[in-house]
């Protein structure tokens, strides 16, 4: 393990075997509304977030996180109300912030702005990872709900506000008693500890981190190539904001699903004796599930994910 282990004894940890896995991301053009807004504690929740949940979905335990934080010129209050955001997904992930790096880069960003990138660490049995390997045909595709746009999307979701003559301060259509700012700032969901209970339990094959591409191009990611995941739009609520969007831009229902979670922030493909104590533990854990579709066989080069029924479904 080398320096890793002076951190973490992963056999202590109830490791036997343990591989170690990695990812990076970042906030995107979300961290505009929040610097426009000056609402900066919940941009590091999204960092974490988008981060973890590409870790949980290879069946990983996320372990620790590092953070980059490049400015201009450091606000020393934006940054600790940034910093604790970050400290806030860590705490929710179940991971440890072991560190990070701050940049003063004068000239690179303009007074105010600043970008955000992560580092995670996660563990797992060797062996043990989930590939979507064993998806097979009768399989069945549980959503789980997303709490709004999440971290991707957003220089469409910025210039619908703009072409709708509104500002981050104006009260958001789709949000009662919120500005459109403080509801477009909802942090993307961690799903950490409720998928690692459900995968823990037997029966989850695959995990979808529904994010850039939606609902059309991430779910195809985890699916064997002879494999076609069935979702009916009918299954669960389009959230308003969704709905907010697709009628102010015009956006076709397809598209929407290419580019927006659409209310889904995981997908989750089971084995179908399975699904139900899978949705009941997610469940337990405090998630919104529905049962959104099913696993069958490919014809052809047909695309791999399909979202039926949506152009009725998504009407209005």
């Known amino acids: 393990m080398g320096g890793f282990g002076a951190l973490f004894d992963l056999r202590a940890a109830g490791f036997q075997d343990p591989i170690l896995v990695s990812t990076t991301d970042g906030v995107g053009t979300k961290l505009k509304i929040a610097i426009e807004t000056g609402i900066h504690d919940k941009v590091g929740i999204d960092l974490v977030a988008m981060c973890v949940n590409d870790l949980v979905v290879q069946g990983a335990e996320p372990l620790l996180f590092l953070d980059y934080f490049a400015t201009g010129k450091l606000d020393v209050q934006a940054g600790r109300t940034i910093i604790a955001g970050i400290a806030e997904g860590c705490r929710q992930a179940g991971c440890a912030l072991v560190g990070g790096e701050t940049a003063e880069m004068p000239g690179m960003y303009a007074d105010g702005d600043y970008d955000l990138a992560g580092f995670a660490v996660g563990a797992a049995e060797r062996g043990s990872l989930i590939d979507g390997s064993t998806v097979a045909a009768g399989d069945v595709l549980l959503g789980i709900a997303s709490t709004g746009v999440h971290s991707n999307g957003f220089s469409l979701v910025r210039k619908v506000v703009e072409r709708a003559g509104l500002s981050f301060a104006s009260p958001a259509p789709f949000a009662p008693g919120q500005s459109v700012g403080e509801a477009l700032l909802t942090p993307t969901r961690i ?20 994010t850039g591409g939606g609902l059309i191009e991430n779910v195809p ?10 979702i009916d739009a009918k299954a669960w609520p389009l959230p308003p904001v969704f709905a907010w969007l697709k009628r102010e831009a015009n956006i ?9 979670n659409c209310g889904l922030g995981m997908v989750a493909v089971v084995a179908a004796d399975k699904a139900e104590a899978a949705a009941a533990i997610l469940r337990q854990h405090g998630e919104t599930v529905w ?26």
């Open 191 to 210: 799903y950490v500890k409720s998928c690692l209970a459900a995968i823990k339990a037997g029966g989850v094959k695959a995990l979808a981190h529904i």
């Open 221 to 230: 990611r985890v699916l064997p190539d002879d494999a076609v995941a069935e």
């Open 252 to 260: 076709e229902a397809q598209e929407l699903a290419r580019t927006f």
């Open 291 to 316: 049962t959104v579709g099913h696993i069958r066989p490919r014809r052809g080069d047909e695309a791999q994910s399909q979202v039926l029924g949506a152009d009725e479904a998504w009407r209005g």
